[in-house]
């Protein structure tokens, strides 16, 4: 009963991500054999979301050439260009990143494609932070839904730092803790989620005597905690419409997770409690 009521409603996020792309698939096909009404309205309608989901500039600039497509106008556009579901990703190195054996060494979890410009900053100036200080870094995306694949791909990682919302397993639309659970369990490594203002202005957030309004508290501080996370410092926020890292809050986290890194490989011996 308690693991009943533990769980999301959602009991297999892949096979549900799954499904939803199939039913896309069936609409666009539809779409194709019979252009026009509905169906049609409908495929265009689903490539719409293919080119947003996927994000990024040339995706975006597609997408609007198509609503104008979609309209009547004579313009030229590509197909939607979509990306895996979750891979490596180095702010350096871009996707053909691969990690090399070195200790120490945190793993970083960051979103993908339509959420991949947000996170994209904050990533680069923790990876800088972390890589100064002869660390390595082996970041991966996800798209939000298969987060635990993702994590997979993270091997003998001495700490794993999430930018992502909600609990791990599924994002918003759920998923089973315990598997989250038994996956940080095998991997050994203590998670780190810190709060990530993706919808809040920092003027807001300096001025409130609140700071994290209810949604960032509930989606980067609250649900990530379910899962065990800990240090939810706010490391970044919207200014100008665009989502930047705070620069000594960014620094205070990072060595927050160094110090933790160190204690775990320090000898039980040479520990010491205050």
Request: aromatic residues 10%.
């Amino acid at each position: 009963m308690p693991s009943k009521i533990g769980a999301s409603f959602v009991s297999d996020p892949t096979s549900l991500k799954k499904r939803i792309e199939n039913i896309q698939k069936a609409i666009e096909t539809a779409g194709k054999i019979l252009p026009f009404g509905v169906l049609k309205n409908a495929r265009d309608y689903v490539k719409t979301l293919r080119y947003w989901m996927s994000g990024g500039y040339k995706n975006y600039r597609n997408m609007f050439l198509h609503l104008c497509r979609v309209k009547g106008l004579d313009v030229e556009v590509a197909e939607p260009e979509e990306f895996p579901d979750f891979g490596f990703y180095h702010p350096m190195h871009g996707f053909d990143f691969r990690p090399v054996a070195k200790r120490p060494r945190i793993g970083i979890v960051f979103y993908g494609g339509m959420h991949f410009e947000q996170c994209q900053k904050t990533l680069e100036e923790i990876v800088k932070r972390f890589e100064s200080r002869n660390i390595s870094v082996v970041p991966v995306y996800s798209d939000g839904v298969l987060n635990l694949n993702a994590i997979e791909l993270l091997n003998d990682v001495d700490a794993i730092v999430s930018l992502l919302w909600f609990r791990l397993n599924g994002g918003p639309i759920g998923g089973d803790p315990r598997k989250t659970i038994e996956l940080l369990k095998r991997k050994g490594a203590k998670l780190f989620t810190p709060a990530l203002m993706f919808c809040q202005n920092l003027y807001d957030w300096e001025r409130e005597q609140r700071g994290l309004n209810i949604v960032n508290l509930f989606a980067s501080v609250t649900l990530p905690e379910m899962d065990g996370a800990v240090e939810p410092v706010p490391i970044c926020g919207v200014r100008e419409d665009e989502v930047v890292p705070i620069a000594d809050r960014i620094e205070k986290f990072c060595n927050r997770v160094e110090r933790w890194v160190s204690l775990r490989q320090k000898p039980n011996s040479e520990k010491r409690l205050r």
